[in-house]
């Protein structure tokens, strides 16, 4: 076993995988899957009547596509968070080999009518609920990977999704090359007047390390935000605004450096290909297919859910701007309220309406606190213990942790929290291995949990622990919901464990629901201590906290319609052919529902990477779709507070473990929220979370 990611006897061997190992390791698993399914197409041994059973055909096709998952699964992730040349040629070189075996597989029909024969045998009715949904989703992703269409047709089809492959990982490394090569160097400290010092101490080591003196600004998110949040000087703000909004694209920065970075045509060639793929599966558009796996039922009704969200929001959104026009022009001086004014105004507006500030409640949030109050609430919840553990990881920084119940081991998860060159932006979580039983016993879960937040800082040659915002906070329970979703399963079937098989837009549910939790007092006041003297968050700044938490909902719940909107139409009645763009549908749907309208040379789109580059196309509706899910449960854990018990209602947590999290995509998600809740979701409860009652 001289190739670490032939290895599957324990955790990923990241201290030893090199870029050289991918090719050869990818050709013997692709080698090995394609002799398998040779072997699963012919006739099943015994005779005429010999039957195909699980045991004979599901369960040996899941043991060899497995390896190939977990090993293209930890090339992909490595190429997320430690992205080099030798790397990224090694992924771009094998993503085809990859994505045409899975279309293969996928358009198989000898596969395609095994699968038909189970399910028409009689076997299938004495099979686990989760066995059987398995079935139905093979059937279901048969007939979208194109095995019913004819020979002609299904070359094409595959080389459809070859080039969506490339174009969606081009568009990604576009995004992280362009947000990697940008550095805006400041000399004099004045112009970084309104700074918090310690986002100064961070640019200036940046600085530092680049051989340079003064203070480095680039467009990882801990690194610019702050300027638009902070800075007096409003040029400063426009300047890294431009060159965020405008990254990827062909008004970027670094454009004139590598115009192949410019993102626009590669949005232009993924619809066309999206559009093209649909109507060969002989569907009208791309959202049609999107949904067929999904809880919405048609793109009608999910654009239906969406402006009615935009209405009852409108009326919040237009009082907002009007509030934050009022006082930037009375308070600021700011007679036109621009698009980089507008994160500034509204931290300055919000810490006098509640006298308080972002730095100011960031010390009372240092990581090692943080991550023990995270753990807390889900030991009470869940009756789980976690605890530190070992293995090898992709980076210093990492670190290994496990959950066990009762001394018996559930899952471990892997959490590498901060924002580095070579990492791709944003929060996610990823499964590294999935729940199932072997024949050596229970295969448990292993989980990535990925952020972006900033590292530990330096001050007087002593090293300070990373203080996280609010946000940041709220950021790390929402991804450790998807890792509950993963490593607390029940499901012992692969196909349907964790969140696999979970419909998408109900995939959110865990990871929103979590995000309550922070604005919880039981929780904050074990989760706080302020990093000089230790002081746990105080009573009066939490409540000016809760007081802000709806400030400006109706302008953010607003941009998340915009974004949902936006994706949907661009899948669903936007033709990809015609002389229109995706600017020109970007445009129409901000002028139906936003109250305030970004710059001309806003290039929002180029970076899109949850539409362009992940696995949101046409589903980006589900935040807005699962958050009614997720704050109607929460609602369950509110009601018990209000009768007098704890908001960490141990009975409650056990429910939601065993009917959410516990059941996986073994059952509908709906049929789940309902054993939970005891009755369909209601859109109340996110109105009243988000304030937009009256």
């Not at 043991?63 to 992909?76: F, H």
């Not at 100064?200 to 467009?219: C, E, I, P």
């Not at 700044?541 to 998340?560: C, E, H, I, V, Y």
Request: charge should be negative; hydrophobic fraction near 40%.
């Amino acid at each position: 076993m001289t190739n670490p990611l032939l290895d599957f006897s324990d955790l990923p061997r990241f201290d030893a995988i090199r870029p050289e190992h991918v090719t050869p390791a990818i050709s013997a698993l692709l080698e090995e899957n394609r002799a398998l399914v040779a072997q699963l197409e012919a006739p099943v041994p015994g005779g005429a009547d010999a039957k195909v059973t699980w045991d004979n055909f599901v369960e040996p096709l899941d043991n060899t596509t497995e390896k190939l998952g977990r090993a293209w699964g930890i090339v992909g992730h490595l190429n997320a968070v430690v992205d080099t040349p030798e790397l990224r040629a090694a992924y771009n070189e094998n993503l085809p080999k990859v994505t045409e075996f899975w279309t293969e597989l996928g358009q198989n029909l000898a596969l395609f009518d095994k699968y038909k024969a189970i399910k028409a045998g009689g076997e299938y009715m004495t099979l686990s609920p989760a066995r059987q949904k398995i079935i139905e989703n093979a059937l279901r992703d048969f007939r979208l990977g194109g095995a019913e269409l004819p020979d002609d047709k299904k070359t094409r089809f595959a080389e459809i999704q070859e080039q969506q492959a490339a174009l969606s990982t081009k568009f990604s490394e576009n995004v992280l090359d362009a947000t990697n090569d940008y550095a805006l160097y400041v000399d004099d400290e004045a112009e970084l007047a309104g700074l918090p010092d310690d986002i100064r101490q961070v640019a200036r080591a940046a600085a530092q390390k680049d051989g340079k003196s003064g203070f480095k600004f680039t467009l990882h998110f801990p690194s610019y935000f702050p300027i638009l949040q902070y800075a007096d000087k409003r040029e400063l703000r426009e300047a890294i605004y431009r060159a965020n909004v405008t990254k990827a694209s062909e008004l970027g920065a670094a454009f004139s450096k590598c115009a192949e970075w410019d993102n626009t045509q590669n949005i232009a060639d993924i619809l066309k290909l999206r559009d093209e793929e649909a109507k060969l599966l002989g569907f009208p558009n791309y959202a049609e297919v999107s949904l067929v796996p999904k809880m919405a039922e048609s793109p009608q009704q999910v654009i239906g859910f969406l402006e009615d969200l935009a209405k009852r929001a409108r009326p919040f959104a237009e009082n907002d701007l009007a509030e934050l026009r009022s006082f930037a022009k009375n308070e600021l001086g700011l007679d036109q309220l621009q698009a980089w004014d507008v994160t500034y105004a509204s931290e300055k507006l919000r810490e006098k309406r509640y006298a308080f500030s972002e730095p100011e409640v960031k010390q009372y949030f240092p990581e090692p606190k943080v991550i023990e109050g995270l753990f807390r609430v889900v030991q009470t919840l869940f009756a789980v213990d976690i605890k530190p553990d070992t293995a090898p990881a992709w980076h210093k920084d990492v670190k290994f942790f496990r959950i066990e119940k009762d001394g018996r081991l559930l899952g471990q998860f892997y959490l590498d929290l901060y924002a580095r060159n070579g990492k791709r932006g944003g929060a996610w979580m990823d499964d590294a291995r999935g729940r199932r039983l072997t024949k050596n016993g229970v295969q448990t879960p292993v989980a990535y949990l990925t952020c972006n937040f900033s590292e530990p800082s330096t001050v007087d040659g002593k090293t300070r622990p990373a203080l996280f915002t609010h946000d940041e906070v709220i950021t790390l329970f929402h991804e450790f919901g998807h890792g509950l979703h993963h490593m607390l399963t029940e499901v012992e079937e692969l196909g349907v464990s964790g969140i696999a098989g979970v419909e998408w837009d109900a995939v959110e549910l865990p990871s929103q629901f979590m995000e309550n939790f922070c604005w919880e007092w039981d929780v904050l006041q074990h989760m706080t201590a302020h990093v000089d003297t230790g002081a746990p968050l105080p009573r009066a700044l939490f409540d000016k906290m809760t007081a802000a938490k709806n400030f400006q909902s109706g302008l953010q719940t607003l941009r998340q319609v915009e974004f949902a909107l936006f994706d949907m139409h661009l899948h669903y009645d936007f033709d990809p052919h015609g002389s229109r763009t995706a600017q020109d549908v970007l445009n129409d749907v901000r002028h139906r529902v936003a109250v305030m309208i970004p710059p001309p040379f806003n290039r929002f789109q180029n970076s899109f990477g949850h539409i362009f580059a992940g696995g949101y196309a046409a589903g980006y509706y589900s935040y807005k779709w699962a958050e009614v899910l997720s704050a109607d449960a929460y609602g369950a854990f509110e009601e018990v507070g209000a009768t007098g018990g704890n908001i960490l209602s141990v009975e409650t947590g056990r429910k939601f473990q065993r009917e959410i999290l516990g059941m996986g995509g073994s059952r509908p998600a709906l049929e789940s929220f309902k054993a939970f809740r005891g009755r369909e979701p209601t859109i109340d409860a996110l109105l009243r979370h988000s304030g937009m009652t009256s």
